[in-house]
């Protein structure tokens, strides 16, 4: 009988040990069916040694220095910034669709499911976020805890907390939840303008959380992608996002709002995005630049709201071709009075680079601008002139003439396939604006021709949902509109009038 030492420590072969071992088993296979037996006492040396079950010396003790090498960067990272991510549960109330079992599981398959009667219900959702201070305050992303009744926060060692929510910025897909718990493990802090392509992240969060019941957040490797990416939505994706890090560390679903983390157990972004048609990682993930975060958190805990920078420019895109690229951007109005016109940029000026990042498109203009703060100094270069201009930027003013009723100043149309021929037009869906109030003109600077393809950080597919996102939206409320001109894309920043 063969009995097993289940606790050994399997050791792999050496170069050339199967046939040895192979020969080995074989002789005693014969000497057990001749019923030969040594002679001697230095025959008996010839078979080996005995070894007892359970006696050899554990793997990792036959090389020096193994377990130290176990312990590598990523084992210190994730060691260091773990015990501050932490889960945040969010109930909201949503409209669902009751089942008709009879009609469902009978004609379905014919049919589709019934029409059936809705009711509201409390669903349950699961997102990420990481502890900034010692305050308590924690920060995750705006579409985590969007509408949310109630929000519990979840820490790795299994305590629960209620969460305030702060303040939230649509914009940015940022917020900021403050929790009253002693003792919190916080999240260090890092950069990202520094970071490489091609060096090690990490991206802690909790993926499918709701099917998983550890509280601990689960950590993906990767590398960082690419820097600066603009995300433009397709039709069924949310948002958009500017100058974002992409990575190949799997992000999935709840882990929106966790920390991505280099090599040295630093935050340097927050995860927010992944591009999927499996709804899955399928390594195109995306994560808000840590700068910009602690900024707009900032902005919330101390102001109550986002100080956005202001120039008092528009720009578009130069030269677009039949691909929708663009090979410049080009100011396309200045407003009077405005930073930009006091320190002297003009209609037609070709902007080429601001504050060092080199503008292809609009989006690039705008990914600058979302970075800075009110009062910033910005330097922007000039086609044809030598020495750029400072620009200091300033928050934008809430005045009257700002606060417009959208609807009552735009006639839109739904973007159709036909009407995509007929004008041109690069989106794949959106608003087509085909009448402007002369207010609308010179407060938004929209035009006929324009199709609005977001509001804030949503996208729109239609005119009735854009009505829908605007009626949604208080008095008072900021508003960005996303919008194609030229077979480019350019924003549109107002205050909301009722």
Known sequence: MIRVDRNRVHRPRRPGQ???AALGIAALVWIAGTGCAPDSAADAADTGPTVQAGSEPAFQDTIPGIDEQRVTAVVRASERVAPSVVAVNVLRTQQVRM????????FGGFFGPS?????????????SGFVLDESGVILTNDHVVRGAE?????FPDGRDAEAELIGTDEATDVAVLRVDVPDLPLSPLGRSDDLRIGEWVIAFGNPFGNLISNPEPTVTLG???????????GQDERGFYLSMIQTDAAINPGNSGGPLVNALGEVVGMNASIFSRSGGSEGLGFAI???????IADDLIEHGRVRRAWLGLEVEPVDADEFGRTRGVRVARVADGSPADRAGLSEGDRLVEMRGVRLTTPLDFEAVLLDLRAGDPVDVTIEGRGTPLTVRTEERPSVVAERVTVLRDLEVVTLSAAIRQEHGVASQAGALVTGVAPRAQNVLGLRAGDVIVGVNNRPITSATELAAAIEALPAGSRVRLVLERNRGLVTRDFVLGR
């Not at 029409?115 to 997102?127: A, D, E």
């Open 18 to 20: 199967s046939g040895v």
């Open 99 to 106: 089942r008709d079992p009879f009609f469902d599981d009978f």
């Open 115 to 127: 029409p059936g009667q809705t009711q509201l219900r409390q669903v349950p959702s699961l997102g």
């Open 150 to 154: 109630r929000i519990l926060v979840t």
């Open 223 to 233: 590398v960082v992608s690419a820097l600066r990416r603009h995300i433009v939505p």
């Open 289 to 295: 630049p840590i700068e910009r975060v602690l900024r």
